[in-house]
């Protein structure tokens, strides 16, 4: 008897619509705040530079996964992961409060004490998230069989795009539009406090999930133990190291991201209300990819997904490119350019994610779970830091230098994820 068919058909129905609402309005939420859009544009308003700007999203991969190495040793030897869950969802909430905070007073403080405060308060979030992420996917691999979850991962960004398509995009292009009644910087305060709200009904109600014990408990390891065992786990488990090398390609693939919507306000002269319009669109596209992408990932196969999404990830890069040609034509054709930027943007991260978090939970020893999430999620939260070097080359040779080795990645990414072989599921 496998851990999720220890409990009863209610329980299962009421555990899997808990983290259905949990995505949907946590993913409400993130889209809001968006460190691609929205906390850029703040960041940049506080007289940030480019290279803190390419920092967002660092701390956003970084914080959520290298603690998890740390822990994951630990996570592995507990019968119970949920109560882990807890305690790193108040800390986030504590977090996401102080940064509602330091929006608030952004306006009165010198600006650079206002941008540590909220990139303090941004790193503490993510590194809660990290530690939450590893206990949310144990308890959905012991709640959830294997050949629902990319059905599961679908349904919670399908219905959290549909939320922040006609919630959280409308909200932030009003609140950052002139005919605001909100001034800098209480309209992103505001933002940030709808994120707050989302957060906290999200989390509570994850916490309430009905979690089996472990079926097998594996001794804990120390953080010492598990740098030891890493290089064994790596070149013993093949499809296990190719899917971190794929994922790592694809990650410095998105490394330009944050640079986006700097550029197009900066450089093509559009308004900074144009974000909540990317929010919107990247919203509604990723509704519609995920109404499928689920489905096809269980009755297609995990690697074939992650092609297919990953493809997909290769075109806002190339599009970014001659995205100052259509411009120099009219301005219309380059907002409906960059509309189509972002559907493609939206659809392709959440396809990716869907494939890859249901990927490496089937290619993980389900004894050792905790572990090997940790290690593949802190090897990638290292890839994060890519995009710093992103600010970088956009300062020393411009933005479109960065595009371009943007779209190389993510075609290196796809041509490896032609390697990787399909787990067989686990039915239920």
């Not at 899917?243 to 990650?251: A, M, S």
């Not at 995009?387 to 990414?413: E, H, K, R």
Request: some cysteine; proline content about 6%.
């Amino acid at each position: 008897m496998t851990e999720h068919e220890s409990l009863t058909p209610q329980v299962m129905r009421k555990n899997y619509y808990k983290g259905i609402f949990n995505g949907a309005v946590f993913g409400m939420g993130e889209a809001a705040s968006s460190p691609g859009l929205v906390l850029s544009l703040l960041i940049r308003q506080l007289g940030g530079s480019l290279t803190l700007v390419g920092l967002l999203p660092v701390i956003q991969s970084a914080g959520y996964l290298l603690p998890q190495l740390l822990v994951g040793g630990r996570v592995q030897a507990l019968v119970h992961k949920l109560p882990v869950y807890r305690r790193f969802a108040f800390l986030r909430f504590i977090a996401q409060a102080a940064m509602v905070t330091a929006c608030f007073f952004a306006g009165v403080i010198d600006s650079m004490w206002a941008l540590v405060a909220i990139l303090f308060c941004y790193a503490l979030f993510n590194f809660g998230g990290g530690v939450t992420t590893l206990s949310f996917q144990d308890v959905v691999a012991k709640t959830v069989p294997s050949n629902q979850r990319g059905r599961f991962f679908g349904t919670r960004q399908l219905l959290s795009g549909l939320l922040a398509f006609s919630i959280g995009g409308p909200l932030v292009r009003w609140m950052l539009s002139d005919e605001s009644p909100f001034a800098f910087p209480h309209n992103f305060a505001l933002i940030s406090a709808f994120s707050l709200v989302c957060y906290a009904l999200a989390m509570s109600v994850f916490a309430t999930v009905q979690e089996p014990p472990a079926q097998h408990v594996v001794p804990s390891m120390s953080f010492k133990d598990t740098l030891n065992a890493a290089p064994a786990m790596l070149r013993e488990h093949h499809d296990y190291r190719q899917f971190i090398v794929v994922r790592l390609f694809l990650l410095i693939g998105r490394m330009a991201e944050p640079f986006f919507i700097i550029y197009v306000t900066e450089q093509l002269g559009l308004p900074a209300s144009i974000a909540g319009v990317f929010v919107a669109s990247a919203a509604v596209a990723a509704a519609i990819s995920n109404a499928v992408w689920g489905r096809l990932g269980d009755s297609r196969g995990k690697q074939w997904l992650l092609r297919v999404t990953g493809s997909v990830a290769m075109l806002p890069p190339l599009m970014m490119l001659v995205a100052p040609s259509i411009g120099a034509t009219h301005e219309t054709l380059l907002i409906i350019w960059l509309l189509l930027l972002s559907l493609a943007s939206g659809t392709s991260a959440d396809g990716v994610s869907i494939a890859s978090m249901t990927y490496l939970l089937e290619v993980a020893p389900p004894e050792q779970r905790p572990l090997f999430m940790g290690l593949a999620n802190t090897i990638l939260g290292v890839g994060a830091l890519i995009p710093v070097v992103g600010g970088m080359l956009v300062s020393t040779f411009g933005y479109q230098t960065a595009f371009g080795i943007a779209a190389t990645c993510s075609c290196i990414g796809v041509i490896l994820a032609r390697r990787l072989r399909t787990p067989r599921p686990q039915r239920a």
